[in-house]
């Protein structure tokens, strides 16, 4: 039953995640009708659809993460009410093909003509997208619905009543909603007390600090050319720097022989690059879809997940869950070793006989079952063909340099394997193990969601050790990158800082540096430093206007998670109330009426960040990446009362 009055809602943030509910809120009003006038208003101070991070005016070098038939805004789940209009990303890349909107740019429709389902499209372009599938819906609207935008941001909301809340704008409006939306997406974040104190030395001794940012939003030209910079971080934001560091500013990568090389422009500067590990992450492998067709997981399964819900066991992480995508991960490795290489076990059959004994479930203790593994190895397979699965994610573990010469020598090495091994996709074993992790990825989603999981295990567990393990190999960019990396450290335009850095200030001689304990000789030197790295989605930490204002009133409130050890922690994101999601007030009450979606989810979501999935060949039925538009449908379900 639909409600009887008018309806007005605001959804704070126009980008994917806010488009998503205004789309899902179109769809049930075309489905089920309904006499009372929606109105919708949509708040950002960006351009509604794209958002801030998917800017059509962007770099066209900033590649998406994901290959083009993955991402969506619109649902394909015949469960929920059919879409007004759009489609996913790679039927608008296709429909574009032959039939192009005379609005596109010359470089829009550049990059679309080579452009394959398989492709890493350009952000920018992915926002041409989101554009256009907004423009789509808003040129047909169902009856009784309106939509105002507001370039502008959200300041307040508060209760102006008892079913009613005040939305301040940052241009001195004011708007009056039912309902309010809080579809924030990336937000700035204070710094934390590091990188305040590198600001602060920046400040007094003349250097520049380049703080965590998204990296359309940086001034690139701000880094002169060659001059040392360092750059702390080797994940997804330092290729981004990387790329406007070298072929933005006139480098060019060539490829005419065995490996790619790099001809210099001249403008770039002398890039140090530092991270934890010492190497960036992995690169993605070759594949036909978003998974591996050869990697099935065999433990860590919806059916396992429902044996534990029905013996009434919310699993924890370390103890229940990862020992299963642990043997996923061993059997993935092993069965392709075998099948990719027939030498590597003298009786192939024998040998995944008995591996197959040794991962069953119950067939050996929690305790001992990696033993018996351990023990057919010892049978079957010689030490070079074994899998070092944490070796993987620290290939330069325990090794030292003698030099930064030695060290650049052995991550060259190391990217060009990783290319290597990434173009044999489905036929090499260290890729189809990762691929097993990242089919496990999407299970884990599903069983860690509203509390699917111990808080002890949320917190040690899950984001204690295994997030960062698994980003590190299932989160890598496109193999050109890394093959671009190698080619610019062999030119001389890249080197490497080694494992466990530490960052100081040298006052005496006014620069930042940075020191392996690993690697022999003195520390790297800059009069520059970039954090390639993202502002932290930490909600206790926002620096947004909107969301400070919230958490003072009592509206919101981080989620408490306790440890193994009892004491209680902060978690990154707010503490809601789940389908739809509703955040907590400070006293413990649901805010009525308020709603949440996207990134300010990650203390109750796992892994918020990356778009929606459209459903892929061989994947799940209903993927976990289609979590989001589930959310957002409850969203608007819930504020059109259907």
Do not use: C
């Amino acid at each position: 039953m639909g409600k009887s009055q008018s309806i007005r809602t605001a959804i704070i943030g126009a980008g994917p995640r806010g488009t998503s509910v205004l789309e899902r809120l179109l769809a049930h009003r075309a489905a089920h009708g309904g006499a009372a006038p929606l109105h919708i208003d949509m708040v950002d101070p960006y351009p509604a659809g794209p958002g801030h991070v998917w800017q059509p005016g962007q770099s066209r070098l900033y590649l998406m993460n994901t290959q083009s038939f993955y991402p969506t805004v619109i649902p394909e789940d015949p469960q929920l009410a059919p879409a007004i209009s759009g489609t996913t990303f790679d039927q608008w890349r296709n429909r574009q093909q032959h039939h192009p909107l005379p609005s596109l740019t010359a470089e829009e429709k550049a990059e679309l003509a080579a452009l394959t389902s398989r492709d890493f499209p350009s952000r920018a372009l992915y926002g041409r997208y989101l554009r256009s599938t907004l423009e789509e819906l808003t040129s047909q609207l169902p009856d009784g619905v309106t939509v105002t935008f507001h370039e502008t941001s959200a300041s307040t909301v508060r209760r102006s009543g008892k079913e009613t809340f005040d939305v301040g704008l940052a241009n001195g409006a004011s708007l009056t909603a039912d309902s309010v939306v809080l579809a924030l997406g990336h937000i700035p974040s204070r710094l934390n007390a590091e990188q305040r104190e590198l600001l602060a030395s920046a400040d007094r001794l003349g250097l520049r600090y380049l703080p965590p940012a998204v990296p359309a939003d940086v001034d690139w030209q701000e880094v002169p050319p060659g001059e040392p910079v360092l750059v702390r971080g080797m994940g997804l934001n330092f290729f981004d720097a990387m790329v406007q560091l070298t072929e933005a500013r006139g480098g060019k990568f060539i490829d005419a022989g065995p490996v790619l090389t790099y001809e210099p422009s001249g403008q770039e500067p002398l890039i140090i690059a530092a991270s934890r590990r010492g190497t960036p992450y992995r690169a993605k492998a070759a594949l036909e879809g978003y998974y591996p067709e050869s990697v099935k997981l065999r433990y860590l399964t919806d059916a396992a997940l429902a044996r534990f819900a029905a013996a009434g066991i919310r699993p924890g992480f370390d103890h229940d869950l990862w020992p299963l995508l642990h043997r996923d991960t061993l059997w993935a490795y092993y069965s392709t070793l075998v099948r990719s290489q027939p030498g590597a076990a003298a009786d192939p059959a024998s040998f995944l006989a008995e591996l197959e004994e040794a991962l069953r479930p119950h067939a050996h203790s929690a305790a001992n079952w990696e033993e018996a593994v351990e023990s057919v190895l010892a049978v079957h397979i010689g030490p070079r063909h074994r899998l070092d699965l944490l070796g993987l994610a620290s290939p330069l573990a325990g090794h030292r340099f003698a030099s930064r010469g030695e060290l650049d020598a052995a991550v060259v090495e190391y990217l060009l394997d990783d290319v290597r091994r990434s173009a044999l996709g489905e036929q090499d074993p260290v890729k189809m193990a990762i691929g097993a992790l990242h089919r496990g990825r999407a299970v884990l989603k599903t069983a860690v969601a509203d509390g699917g999981i111990t808080d002890e295990s949320w917190v040690g567990g899950l984001r204690g050790w295994f997030e960062s393990f698994v980003e590190g190999l299932a989160s890598g960019p496109p193999a050109l990158r890394s093959e671009q990396l190698a080619a610019l450290a062999r030119a001389g335009v890249v080197s490497f800082v080694g494992p466990d850095p530490k960052f100081g200030i040298d006052r005496r001689n006014g620069m930042f540096t940075a020191a392996s304990p690993w690697v022999t000789g003195p520390p790297a030197a800059a009069k520059t430093m970039i954090e390639a790295l993202a502002p932290a989605n930490r909600v206790s930490a926002s620096a947004s206007p909107l969301l400070e204002r919230l958490l003072a009133d009592g509206l919101v409130r981080p989620r408490l998670m306790m440890t193994a050890e009892g004491a209680p922690v902060e978690a990154t994101g707010l503490d809601v109330s789940p389908h739809p999601y509703r955040p907590l007030a400070a006293n413990g009450s649901v805010t009525a009426g308020l709603y949440v979606l996207g990134l300010q989810l990650s203390a109750s979501q796992w892994g918020t960040a990356i778009a929606a999935e459209a459903f892929q060949p061989g994947g799940p039925a209903y993927p976990s990446g289609q979590r989001t538009l589930r959310d957002a449908d409850e969203i608007a379900r819930a504020i059109l009362g259907v």
